[in-house]
Structure formats: C-alpha cells, structure tokens
C-alpha cells in the first residue's frame, strides 16, 4: 500500500486507488469534482455547495467543525480529506485512529497549487491535477493589478459582532497581495478582532465586506459609511478569496472586476 505524505508532513497509508473519500472541506469538495471523481466521493459537509448537483445528492455528514463520526463510520471511508484551518483537530485526531485521513495547510497560493497536484496523486487523477494547476498559475501569472502602484491601506472584513478582518498569515492576505491592495493588519495572525474606531485611525482606504462567512449586504455598507464617510467600501465574493480548490482558476477574473470596481470609485 503506498505512503504519502500531507501538508502537515504526515505520513498517510492508502489503498493504491481510494474508491470511498469523504471530504471535510468545500473548496476541496469542489476540486475533487472537477478532477472527475463522482464514484469515488461519498461524504461531503453541509457547507458543501459546489457543485449543486453533489450537494443535493451526496450525504452529509456534518458541519465542517461538528462533524458526525457516527455517519462517517457508517460510510466506510479508505480516503478522509481534512484540512487544518477548516476541521477541528479533535475530530481529526479521533477519526486519524480508525481511517486515512489526509490534511491540507494551505497559506497561500503556491501551498494550494500544491494541495491540487498531491490530491491529484493520491485519487490517482495526477494528470489532470497538474493540468489544473498549471492552468490556475497561468491564470494568476497574466493578471497585472492596475491599483498596485496607489497602495490602498485595504481592510477585508469576514465577520461582524464583532467585527473580525484577516492577518498577515491567512490566504486571504495573500489573495490581497496578488491583487496589489494593501493589507492594514498583515502584522497581525490569523483574524483578529477590530473596532470601526481603528479603521478610522489608520485611514483605510479600502473596506471589502466578504460574502462568507458572514453574509455582508449592501445595508452593511450603507451603516459603515456613515462611520467612514472618507473609505471605499465594496462587496467582494469571498469564494474568491478564501477558496483555495479549483475556483482558484477563476480568482483572477474575479480580482480583474474588483480593480474596475476600484478604478470607477478613486
């Protein structure tokens, strides 16, 4: 049986072509999709929803942070695909005991395209994981930020109640850096707490209210303006910036918009 080895630098025995897999990730549920898995995949969580089809026909078994060991033994899995931000590792811990499970880091763009081909190696879909990669890099690489050279002190905001943003370690921020915007809290870790009282103090230029995982609207940014009448605030898919699958292959579009976006507003 062979060895691999995940992004947490652990070692994972495998049947030489993993025919029952259960992700616990929806980006990742994503990517197993378009590296043509239908058979083989027969978990998926509720927050799931790419693709439409799998979320309406695969069973769920759980949140991503309260999974349902019981339904994933029922399933018999020989393929548990976890990630380490996402899962808690409890529950990873405690499912590690009875079956393969695999566990993705992934902080920034090449630690995905990473993340992409060693799936691919493990489902046995290496070729067309490599070509999704590739096409993914190609797609990033032929993307030029227009707004790089102004420098907006950008501030991305994924939760209220408070108000949470994200730090200099997370994959967000690196997705903000491709697209040439200024990260105000990338000396910070992980996703912080905030008052609207320090974006004033820092004169953010830029807000960017994320579409998950809290659901920023449009009143949203009718209440923040009145707070910070002199920022730009926009609303952004956060699938875009937080989805590290094969979504990645349509980021930069979605980065294009934001610059023309930008550019009507400065």
């Not at 999709?33 to 026909?57: A, S």
């Not at 393929?79 to 079956?99: D, T, Y």
């Not at 998950?212 to 303006?225: N, S, T, V």
Request: glycine residues 4%; charged residues 25%.
């Amino acid at each position: 049986m062979p060895v691999y080895t995940d992004q947490l630098n652990r070692t994972v025995t495998l049947p030489a072509t993993p025919k029952r897999i259960i992700s616990l990730v929806p980006s990742q549920t994503e990517l197993l999709y378009d590296l043509e898995l239908k058979e083989q995949v027969v978990g998926i969580t509720k927050f799931c929803i790419h693709p439409k089809e799998w979320f309406r026909t695969k069973t769920r078994i759980g949140g991503t942070k309260t999974l349902h060991l019981d339904k994933i033994r029922e399933l018999h899995p020989d393929l548990i695909i976890a990630n380490k931000e996402e899962n808690v590792q409890e529950q990873i811990e405690a499912l590690a005991k009875e079956f393969p499970v695999w566990i993705s880091d992934v902080n920034n763009l090449p630690e995905a395209l990473e993340m992409i081909e060693q799936i691919g190696l493990i489902t046995n879909k290496k070729e067309r994981a490599e070509d999704l990669s590739k096409r993914i890099e190609s797609a990033f690489f032929n993307f030029k930020p227009q707004t790089s050279n102004l420098k907006l002190n950008t501030c991305y905001l994924i939760w209220k109640d408070p108000y949470m943003t994200v730090g200099g370690d997370t994959f967000i921020h690196n997705i903000l850096s491709l697209a040439g915007l200024e990260n105000i809290y990338g000396s910070k870790q992980r996703y912080p707490e905030i008052t609207i009282a320090e974006l004033q103090t820092l004169n953010c230029d830029l807000l960017l209210l994320s579409s998950e995982p809290y659901p920023f609207k449009q009143k949203h940014i009718e209440e923040l303006q009145a707070q910070l009448p002199h920022t730009k605030i926009l609303l952004v898919d956060g699938e875009a910036f937080s989805w590290y699958g094969s979504r990645l292959l349509h980021t930069p579009a979605h980065l294009q918009q934001l610059q023309e976006e930008i550019a009507s507003l400065i």
